[in-house]
């Protein structure tokens, strides 16, 4: 059974400072000792995840697939993908930096950036020299930011470096070849598949037949084998993109709420009040209006 991880519950699974704690964001330094109780869980996280490894190695598996992580190499786990740690070196020391899906919808370039197909199959990515020499500087910095006292600006602060580090990672995956010619096994095969409908057509599809019958499966064999598999049924599936969809128009277009109903499809602007609030616990106007 694998380990949900959130920004609520992250401070006490890894015994996390809460003082630097900001919203939407979370940065631990991790040894090789602190880790040593986590060895065992396979791990998933609500938002995105970013691990950058300082120094040592690592054996991880991440969507089904075996890596080995070495000094310099940055890890990218997006929402809800499956990740297990195998095994540490001795001098393993590793900074991760998780992202919230409210984090991430306040960003349209996020949004696209955690639905890339090629980071799913590619989740490990080594910058060049000059690169690298800028990742370690961010890197430092967005630490010391987090960690300073809290101020009126520090969350700002931390946004901008984050997402100067990520520009830097999106910017070197548009120069790496594409492995989509990759073998797959089926298990794999069906779950890639599936993100990529769910992610092309969530906003339009909502019926899960739709996805089975692309897919030349029946509706329970489907959310059965994606509940095991990925720990969300197909619904679940569709209601988490189309949410996350949702909140990134909220966030960072001008469109009203009743465009944003049309936009996503739904018969009446009531309605999509009605299921933002069934599955987020909030309206879309009071989400829009949080800082």
């Known amino acids: 059974m694998a380990l949900f991880i959130t920004l609520d519950n992250v401070?006490?699974?890894?015994?996390?400072?809460?003082?630097?704690?900001?919203?939407?964001?979370?940065?631990?330094?991790?040894?090789?000792?602190?880790?040593?109780?986590?060895?065992?869980?396979?791990?998933?996280?609500?938002?995105?995840?970013?691990?950058?490894?300082?120094?040592?190695?690592?054996?991880?598996?991440?969507?089904?697939?075996?890596?080995?992580?070495?000094?310099?190499?940055?890890?990218?786990?997006?929402?809800?993908?499956?990740?297990?740690?195998?095994?540490?070196?001795?001098?393993?020391?590793?900074?991760?930096?998780?992202?919230?899906?409210?984090?991430?919808s306040t960003f349209p370039i996020l949004r696209e950036f955690v639905?890339?197909?090629?980071?799913?199959?590619?989740?490990?990515?080594?910058?060049?020299?000059?690169?690298?020499?800028?990742?370690?500087?961010?890197?430092?910095?967005?630490?010391?930011?987090?960690?300073?006292?809290?101020?009126?600006?520090?969350?700002?602060?931390?946004?901008?470096?984050?997402?100067?580090?990520?520009?830097?990672?999106?910017?070197k995956y548009q120069n790496v070849p594409s492995l989509k010619n990759q073998t797959k096994n089926r298990t794999h095969e069906i779950i890639d598949n599936f993100y990529s409908l769910v992610s092309k057509y969530a906003h339009k599809q909502r019926n899960v037949q739709f996805y089975a019958d692309k897919l030349h499966l029946s509706t329970q064999y489907l959310s059965s084998f994606l509940k095991q598999n990925t720990g969300k049924s197909t619904l679940q599936w569709i209601d988490y993109v189309l949410v996350l969809h949702a909140k990134t128009l909220l966030k960072s277009s001008n469109l009203s709420i009743k465009e944003i109903s049309n936009e996503l499809e739904f018969t009446d602007t009531s309605v999509f009040c009605r299921y933002f609030k069934r599955n987020t616990g909030i309206s879309p106007k009071l989400y829009r209006e949080e800082e």
């Open 115 to 171: 639905m890339n197909d090629q980071i799913r199959w590619q989740p490990i990515i080594r910058l060049d020299q000059e690169e690298l020499l800028l990742q370690e500087e961010l890197i430092k910095l967005i630490e010391k930011v987090y960690d300073k006292k809290q101020s009126s600006h520090k969350t700002e602060m931390l946004k901008h470096l984050v997402m100067s580090l990520i520009h830097l990672i999106t910017e």
């Open 11 to 104: 401070y006490s699974l890894y015994n996390l400072d809460t003082t630097s704690r900001i919203e939407g964001i979370v940065v631990f330094h991790q040894h090789n000792k602190a880790n040593q109780n986590y060895k065992k869980h396979s791990r998933l996280f609500e938002g995105l995840l970013i691990g950058v490894v300082l120094k040592g190695s690592m054996k991880t598996q991440i969507h089904f697939s075996e890596y080995e992580v070495q000094e310099g190499d940055i890890a990218i786990v997006p929402p809800q993908i499956m990740i297990e740690t195998k095994s540490l070196s001795e001098d393993a020391e590793i900074v991760t930096i998780g992202l919230s899906l409210d984090f991430i």
